[in-house]
């Protein structure tokens, strides 16, 4: 298949213009049909509802409702202490609703957050490869450049609602197991419930930006192959070997530039004299990946042979 979707040969057109004279359609000068308006094509709330029906979706986005649950069932038959004021986040985990939050974001940051994005950005153009629809997608025709940014926004969307999900189900969970308290840190500085509430949005918010690096590497894997489940374990596993080359000490300043350095700079938060400069060093390293694996994914899209 050609890489634009609306041929511009003059042969082309000219063919197409003596078919539709005998059909009574109207041709325009670049060869579409009258009335065609590529703006129109794969409607963003068309792609969203139709990826919040796919099983996926639904368990992906109950896994993260029941995480907190579990996490609750664990501390109730375990040792945990509720009034412990020091140690780390799981120590500290049923001090309050807003430290019981930060806890399950802290479980989840390593694994499963960066998991959950991959399969949404991973399996979406890939799938669609593997259905055999993409090219029946294209022929309608959409154009790539609109198909890969409509993908990328819903898979985006979807990504940003499971990542407000978590801490939205944890900390109601928290709040009733728990109570409204201070949230604490591992310094042993304590903030308001209303600000650790403030914190936890800045957290999630921060996850989301530094995730960003995960997502356009999934894209740039679904648009390089016909195998969702490539894509996505592609993903994954660079995020795994980044995590444990960041455990090597002996790489010193060259783990700052590992894609997960930064992963939970985020707890710097939870502090009444919050540190930006972790955060802002890992914001710019996640956008810096995007921009790179995004470009990749645009370019590799547009460029390759679809056949499936």
């Not at 939050?101 to 153009?125: E, H, R």
């Not at 000490?249 to 938060?269: E, M």
Request: proline content about 4%; charged content about 15%; hydrophobic content about 50%.
């Amino acid at each position: 298949m050609s890489e634009n979707n609306v041929h511009t040969d003059p042969s082309a057109i000219a063919g197409m213009e003596e078919v539709a004279s005998h059909e009574h359609i109207a041709v325009q000068p670049d060869g579409s049909v009258a009335g065609y308006k590529a703006g129109r094509t794969l409607r963003l709330r068309v792609e969203l509802a139709r990826q919040l029906r796919r099983r996926r979706t639904q368990l992906m986005l109950g896994l993260l409702v029941l995480l907190p649950f579990v996490l609750v069932v664990s501390f109730e038959i375990g040792s945990a202490n509720p009034n412990n004021r020091s140690g780390g986040f799981i120590d500290l985990a049923t001090a309050s609703a807003p430290n019981f939050t930060v806890t399950a974001l802290f479980v989840s940051c390593s694994f499963l957050l960066p998991m959950i994005v991959a399969i949404f950005f991973g399996d979406t153009i890939a799938s669609e490869a593997s259905w055999s629809s993409l090219k029946y997608l294209l022929a309608m025709p959409i154009p790539r450049f609109r198909l890969i940014r409509q993908k990328a926004i819903t898979s985006g969307l979807l990504s940003f609602m499971a990542l407000l999900v978590l801490p939205a189900v944890s900390l109601l969970v928290g709040v009733i197991w728990y109570g409204a308290g201070e949230a604490v840190s591992p310094t042993g500085d304590a903030v308001s419930f209303s600000d650790g509430v403030l914190a936890i949005l800045g957290s999630t918010i921060y996850i989301a930006v530094n995730l960003l690096w995960v997502a356009a590497l999934a894209l740039f894997l679904s648009a390089s192959t016909d195998a969702p489940l490539g894509a996505v374990g592609g993903t994954v596993l660079v995020a795994i070997v980044s995590q444990i080359l960041d455990q090597i000490t002996a790489l010193d300043n060259l783990r700052n530039y590992l894609p997960t350095h930064y992963a939970f700079a985020w707890s710097d938060l939870i502090s009444r004299d919050i540190d930006w400069s972790q955060m802002t060093r890992g914001a710019f390293s996640a956008v810096c990946y995007a921009a790179v694996f995004g470009v990749l994914a645009v370019r590799k899209f547009t460029r390759k042979d679809i056949t499936s």
